[in-house]
C-alpha cells in the first residue's frame, strides 16, 4: 500500500537489543530541537511490542506525536503498512521530524520497505548494548544482525557514543542507497 500524500520529512530510524539507549537517546534530540525550535513538531513511530517510555514522554511534552506500528510477520515487512503509516502520522500530527524506533530483529526489511515505500531521507542508527558489542568485537554476530550493522550510518556501542552521534540537519540527511 501507498503512503497517502505527505510532505517528506527528515527520519532517523533508530535500532538496536533493548535497553541499549535508542528511547532515551531519541527523547534527548527531541528536547534538544524543541529547545532550538520552539513550537516544533515531531512524530515518532514505535515498532516495540509493549508500553515504553516513549509514550508518556509524548503525554507530557508539547508538539510529539507518537504512534504504534503494528509488526504482524518480521519476515514480511511489508506486512507492517509502514508506508502508510508513516505518511499519515506525519500528516496528521504535521511533523517536520520523523524518528521511527525500530526492534532490531525486523529493522533490516523494515528499512528496506521503508525506502520501497516512502524514499525519503533517512538516516539509520543502530545502538549496541554490551552483548552485542562484545560480539560484533568477536566476529560472531547473528546474519540479521550484520545486515543491520551495515545499513547503519552511524553504531554506538556506549551511551556516551550515543550522546556524540546528535542530530543532523535536514539538508544534510541522505536518502536511501541504492536502487
Partial sequence: MNAPAAQAVPCTI???PRGAGKTRWIQRQILGLGAREPGVRVAVLLGEEGRT???RFA???PGVTVHRLLLPCFCCPGLAEIGS????????????????????????????????AIGW???????????WAAWRRDGRLL????????LAQAV?????????LGEIPPESVPGPSGP
Avoid at 121 to 131: E, I, K, T, Y
Avoid at 143 to 148: A, I, M, P
Fill in 121 to 131: 531521507p533517512r538516516r539509520v542508527l543502530v545502538f549496541l548494548d554490551a552483548s
Fill in 53 to 55: 517510555r516513549m509514550e
Fill in 85 to 116: 503509516a508513516v505518511g499519515a502520522l506525519v500528516a496528521a500530527s504535521g511533523a517536520s521530524r520523523l524518528f521511527i524506533e525500530l526492534p532490531a530483529i525486523g529493522a533490516p526489511g523494515l528499512v528496506a520497505e521503508f525506502d520501497r
Fill in 14 to 16: 533508530v535500532s538496536g
Fill in 143 to 150: 546474519y540479521y544482525q550484520t545486515v543491520l550493522l551495515d
Fill in 156 to 164: 554506538a556501542e556506549t551511551p556516551e557514543e550515543a550522546d556524540r
Fill in 59 to 61: 503525554r507530557e511534552t
